[in-house]
């Protein structure tokens, strides 16, 4: 059974920093592209972050040069360090893990608050 957990969320305040972790189990990990998706109340879900297998990575605009996510496949985790918060950076944080043929998989996400 495969299983995605995100952990690490909370409230911080603006210009703070918060490091997300996404756990999957159940999967050859490696393989698998990871994403971070956002979703704020009354807007649509965006794409925060992504890292491939190969390690390459994207990042929304929005975050370029605050966020940096990284991989692990020894413990199966993508991490989302994110510095320099911003209210604006408010939202519910959930992590996708996708392979084109081995399946797509979503977090139940984590509560990110940047708030004084």
């Known amino acids: 059974q495969v299983q995605v957990v995100e952990s690490g969320g909370g409230l911080v305040q603006p210009g703070g920093s918060l490091r997300l972790s996404c756990a999957a189990s159940?999967?050859?990990?490696?393989?698998?592209?990871v994403a971070w998706y956002r979703q704020a109340p009354g807007k649509q879900r965006e794409l925060v972050a992504s890292?491939?297998?190969?390690?390459?990575?994207n990042y929304a605009d929005s975050v370029k040069g605050r966020f940096t996510i990284s991989r692990d496949n020894v413990k199966n985790t993508v991490y989302l360090q994110m510095n320099s918060l911003k209210p604006e950076d408010t939202a519910v944080y959930t992590c996708n893990v996708n392979h084109f043929t081995a399946g797509n998989y979503w977090g139940q996400g984590t509560q990110v608050t940047v708030s004084s």
């Open positions: 159940g999967i050859i990990f490696s393989v698998y592209t």
């Open positions: 890292i491939a297998s190969n390690h390459r990575t």
